[in-house]
């Protein structure tokens, strides 16, 4: 096996860790050296050839697994955190992430059995899914299939990733910045040094995980919490908007994202990220003009692709960033819910 691994100079280094059957193709892990050994940043798919890769990856750095010192974290999804434990188990490595992503994988783990299809049936319902959609999951239930939630067996981290802190790498000055949206607990990794390449035009470098991606919007949806009352309290699209802005004063030479390839002009690919929500927000008021739920809503709105040639699981997705964007125009007070409504129904104001 031959990784696909490229030297960012430095002592940094990014390995392809293959996705099995999702068009994103790979994960880029990338490896930071440190006075005290090798650190990982996220650390890919639980899946055989993604950690056959993994290992040769780290070999083609000049390490072996059992020399990595830690595993910092971005966010809890599988691509990243998947293989955690694994590289923990072989290496003794502590994994680091930020709270409230810990707290989603607690609650993944200790999810009662069907309380997480449960759940999503239950949302899918009051987001005004029709029967079709709903019957899948209803038999799933009644069957006994789909208790184990996704993400179950995902690694609980050792230690938390405080925002601002500056992460205890020997020899290396890394700041985290918390930036939610994506997740909850989403963070960013700036490697406060200078470019090894003397770039100018900012400072530093970013670990950007999935916030900020060259050519990629990141699916933003609602934070999910089976206990909770809906979070009806939390804005996860305000929150990236914010955690754009945030980033973009930091300003850094060049973005290390998890997906695709390294980019500069962090600040203008953050403006056009801010230019996208913003006319998708203004698009969904105009079709808000008519009452919708949010099913209704995500059908109307513009995708990659069809609605009809959208797959089941993704259509499900669809929904929840439908919903993101109404709550944030709720927030705004471009929009409002149909007193009385059942399923609920949003117009604009």
């Known amino acids: 096996m031959t990784p696909q691994v490229t030297d960012h100079k430095g002592g940094v280094w990014s390995i392809a860790v293959p996705i099995p059957d999702n068009p994103l193709g790979h994960t880029l892990v990338h490896l930071l050296e440190t006075g005290r050994g090798p650190v990982l940043v996220d650390t890919g798919w639980d899946d055989p050839d993604s950690w056959d890769t993994l290992v040769a990856g780290v070999g083609a750095c000049g390490f072996a697994v059992n020399d990595l010192h830690g ?10 955190h998947g293989l955690s434990g694994r590289v923990r188990e072989v290496s003794g490595a502590w994994i680091a992430m930020h709270a409230a992503d810990t707290a989603v994988v607690r609650r993944t783990r200790e999810a009662a059995p069907g309380q997480w299809l449960d759940h999503l049936t239950a949302r899918l319902a009051a987001a005004g899914a029709p029967d079709a959609h709903l019957a899948p999951l209803r038999e799933a239930r009644a069957g006994g299939r789909g208790g184990r939630p996704p993400g179950r067996g995902a690694a609980l981290p050792d230690r938390d990733i405080a925002p601002g802190e500056l992460l205890d790498l020997p020899g290396r000055r890394v700041r985290a910045v918390w930036t939610p949206g994506h997740t909850p607990g989403h963070v ?14 900012g400072f530093g470098r970013l670990f950007s995980g999935d916030h900020l991606l060259p050519g990629i919007t990141p699916h933003i949806g609602l934070y999910e919490d089976p206990e909770g009352d809906g979070g009806e309290a939390l804005d996860p699209l305000g929150d990236y908007l914010a955690s754009l802005e945030r980033v973009g004063r930091l300003a850094p030479a060049e973005v290390l994202p998890a997906h695709q390839h390294a980019f500069t ?20 008021r105009e079709l808000l003009r008519e009452p919708r739920t949010p099913w209704q809503l995500s059908t109307a709105m513009e995708w990659n692709r069809p609605w009809e040639q959208i797959p089941y699981a993704s259509r499900t997705i669809a929904v929840t960033e439908a919903e993101a964007h109404l709550r944030r125009l709720v927030k705004l007070g471009r929009a409002e819910r149909v007193a009385g409504s059942d399923p609920v129904r949003y117009q604009a104001v």
């Open 71 to 80: 595993v910092l974290i971005t966010h809890h999804h599988p691509d990243h």
């Open 188 to 201: 960013c990794l700036h490697l406060e040094e200078e470019h090894p390449s003397g770039r100018a035009g």
């Open 265 to 284: 002009d962090a600040g203008g690919r953050v403006r056009e990220l801010l230019a996208h929500h913003e006319a998708r927000l203004s698009q969904l």
